[in-house]
């Protein structure tokens, strides 16, 4: 069997470093190439059985939903999830709005688009956090997202529009403990991996306690964040945590893995996001981090998401 690694065209270093790990991790017992997404690739891509698919796809709005369909349409199967799935995640809102239908809680909210009025009377309990409906990786996340007010509402708003133009995802902020919860598929079917509990409580005062860009990506304050595989949850949460999280990823389709970030507050367990597309870079990448927790290697979690794409395609 011949496997493209089927990679973005524009490679950042730890894009370049999971390429590499995938690579290390499949040689010796499948063929593989890596493949970029670019004008040759529907030619390219015909010479090979399988497709590993970790490329976002580029393109403005639709990103990972490209290669995934493009693989769809010519009949090549392909790890991960489908299109459709992709599409449900890459607004955050759709997201929201499909699971709330499913009786699974997720922050209340509203959406604001660029131009469009705030309404004063929108229901929702302050402090609100306003976000970003297609970003990812805490991009326009600031302390000042936080809304305690209604005149801090349109400030935050405002600011969104301006700087992104796209629509604000305006919620409930939900101050409870923050999970991220994976699964790597196995011959079972969905598998819940353990929780990674978020502890931000050693952060100094006046820095907010979630993950704004600055708290994610700055560096600066990576050693007052705790984190805890498994999360320090008592067996009726943990249950709860892993029924909550694999009902999402089937009400959306996943296939092979994924990723939910998640907070709970007074027994409820709220969907904040669901990645479709995570990265598996190798020692980073919270896919990777917490499986390895389960005593097994970054290669028996590449060959197990290789071996759910032909048990889904029958190959
Ligand atoms: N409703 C909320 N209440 C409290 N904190 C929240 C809420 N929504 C998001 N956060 C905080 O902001 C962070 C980033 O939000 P979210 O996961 O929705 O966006 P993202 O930038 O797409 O994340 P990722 O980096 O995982 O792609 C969360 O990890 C959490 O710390
Ligand atoms: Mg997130």
Redo the contacts with the bound molecule.
Sequence with gaps: MRIALVVDEVLDKYKKKMIKAIQESLDGVYENEVVPFNEDFMKKIKEFDLAMNIATGGGKEARQLHVASVLDLMGIPYTGSPPLTHAFCID?SVTKAIVKQYGIDT?EFIVVRPGERVPEDHGLRYPL?V??VR???????RKESVANSYNELLESVKWVHENFNEPALV??????M?L?IAFVEDENGINILPPME?D?SRLPDGIE????DR??NSGEFDDYIDYYVPARLDSKELEKVKEVSKRTFEVLGFRGYG?I?M?IKDGKY?I??V?SL?MLVPDYSNIPLIFEKTGKTYKDMILSIVNAAKRRFGI
């Excluded at 306690?209 to 704004?212: D, P, R």
């Design positions: 955050k922050p956090l976000k970003l970003q990812g990786s805490s991009k326009g996340l919620e409930e902020y939900i101050d409870g923050e991220t978020i931000f306690k979630f993950f704004s708290v994610k990723r970030d907070r709220h904040l996001e990645n995570p």
